[in-house]
């Protein structure tokens, strides 16, 4: 059990998403001598759970090469492994991100076709949420990997969004004839052209995203990580400002005070708990990346996610939508490999 | 004059500088008629203005090839020029952003070395301002582009912000062991190894940018433009919600009330006017960038930052920055064009 606090969120995270689907059981991938006590706090999880012992970890430190050398048997390795074996439908971990995704995908396998997976996340938005990739797992995107993007985008939000067409955008800049955005632009023509299971809506500006004007935002990973980052550094930063404002004077904390339900809201509607979770998609199998500095409702939050995938059967239906875009464009799967 | 509402924007702004700077002189591009009637409502900025007529104009649907073609003899065209003449020391647009830079290039021409001129632009901070470019100006760039616009924007934090040796980060991705960003690798290393007027503190990421981690922020354009965007809409965003939250009851609408100066400052704070004017850099030549829709507060600010540039003589001092990197790079400038 990774991230910074270990089995004293993991464990609680799990109990309360218990709570919500009484019928989920757990496989705890860890120290027993650590995990144990957390668990004798929640008798309920206790029936449900099973502890797997390790010694071996990845530390927060390991580059993704190294825990790939020297991970095997750590408790993210034999976790990712029981989703590849079937004994777990999906794998959650607040541990090193890049490990994770380095054993997700060596694991696990990607799909057919697909190149690179790429990480997704939910995004608040002015009427609720959607969903943003890549959020990193790679820097730079082919075309055809944008319109995989678009579609591995579509099913993460009919799983957790129960959108089943989605309007999916495509994240570009406003300034015509320049050079470079080739990809995006042929992007789009494809997303245009081809009937596929999604609503396509065309070309998004970074602006836009919290509008909600898209269920999907496909982007590459460079760009797409700076925009996540970009928006919870301004969020943080209007957040100080507002407390500032409300804390000024006396008149003002009175005011503060009085108004306390709807700031109370707002913070509510603000809080990256409610957002966490961030799948691999484009895997044979679920492997879902929690922030390692939550707590157990963002931890919760983060298992909610791979519920709701394993319940829509997310692989299954990916499978063959990224069969029907293949044909689609006219490309020979074997030949873009599966490494 | 372009921009949303033309002179009825521009002539105030005008004004406006004008009182900040009382010895500026004016030229005034455009169409004498329409110019004229704002112009008599300024007695002040009248008699230090010159009308330059012309009919001719950009229009903001004209692509940049479009405006070159057909937009000799324009407002925004004659303007430039008379910078490249030296009869003015700065341009101010508020028309087509994409014609504005290819004419400014054109006439302006780039300075030795330089292959890609950037578009920069003030990003407000929790304690002040920041330089971030390029936000547009192109897709992609190579490590010794990104060496070039930390260069660039130091030059214009020294002018703006008047910091003589700008903290200059560049902006990453925190996921370790990727591929594809070896161009931000190498311009590290090069920044980092040379003995630059800078300060550089290295790899920023996203949510570190409103922190003022860094007075000057460097990426390449199509990540550096989402970003804007981003931050622009989630602020938005941010806005929506805290005014919901102080309307949503009659306690929290006294709340809001009571806290009114806080919330004003806050407000004030925010103000996209305050940032307004993206200078192109890398020319021989100042040329800003106003945004087409800002009001004549806003207008004012973009001549604003033409003229902390001019009277910094910022072109001069780039010259002999970039100079001095190139011959640290080892690079032979010519073998670089500067088309």
């Not at 692989?315 to 490494?339: F, I, M, N, T």
Request: charged fraction near 20%; aromatic fraction near 4%.
């Amino acid at each position: 059990m990774g991230g910074d606090a270990g089995p004293a969120v993991v464990v609680p995270g799990a109990a309360i998403a218990l709570e919500r689907h009484p019928g989920v059981t757990f496989l705890l991938f860890g120290d027993e001598g650590r995990i144990a006590p957390h668990l004798l706090e929640h008798p309920a999880l206790l029936t449900r759970s099973r502890i797997i012992h390790t010694d071996a970890v990845v530390e927060m430190r390991d580059k993704p090469s190294q825990a790939l050398r020297r991970g095997r048997g750590s408790s993210m390795w034999l976790a990712v492994e029981a989703v590849h074996k079937g004994e777990a439908d999906f794998v959650v971990s607040a541990g090193n991100t890049g490990a994770l995704m380095a054993m997700a995908r060596l694991v696990l396998t990607p799909m057919v076709g697909i190149e690179r997976p790429a990480i997704a996340g939910q995004w608040p938005t002015l009427t609720g949420a959607c969903i943003v990739l890549d959020l990193g797992a790679n820097i730079g995107a082919t075309a055809a990997q944008l319109a995989e993007f678009a579609l591995m985008g579509a099913a993460m939000a009919r799983a957790v969004l129960h959108i089943e067409r989605p309007r999916v955008g495509l994240l570009n800049i406003g300034v015509e004839e320049i050079k470079g955005i080739e990809e995006v632009k042929q992007a789009h023509a494809w997303l245009k052209e081809n009937e596929l299971p999604i609503d396509y809506i065309g070309f998004v500006e970074g602006d836009q995203i919290g509008q909600g004007i898209a269920d999907v935002i496909v982007v590459e990973g460079f760009a797409g990580n700076i925009a996540l980052k970009t928006a919870e550094g301004t969020a943080k930063q209007m957040a100080a400002w507002v407390r500032e404002a409300l804390s000024g004077s006396i008149a003002a904390q009175v005011g503060a005070f009085l108004a306390q339900q709807g700031l109370r809201a707002l913070k509510d509607r603000m809080d990256p708990r409610r957002f966490n979770g961030g799948p691999f998609l484009g895997l044979n199998g679920i492997a879902i990346k929690s922030h390692g500095g939550t707590d157990a409702l963002g931890f919760a939050s983060a298992i909610e996610v791979g519920y709701d995938m394993a319940e829509s059967r997310v692989v299954e239906r990916l499978a063959s939508d990224l069969d029907a875009l293949h044909g689609k464009l006219g490309e020979p799967q074997q030949a873009r490999g599966s490494s």
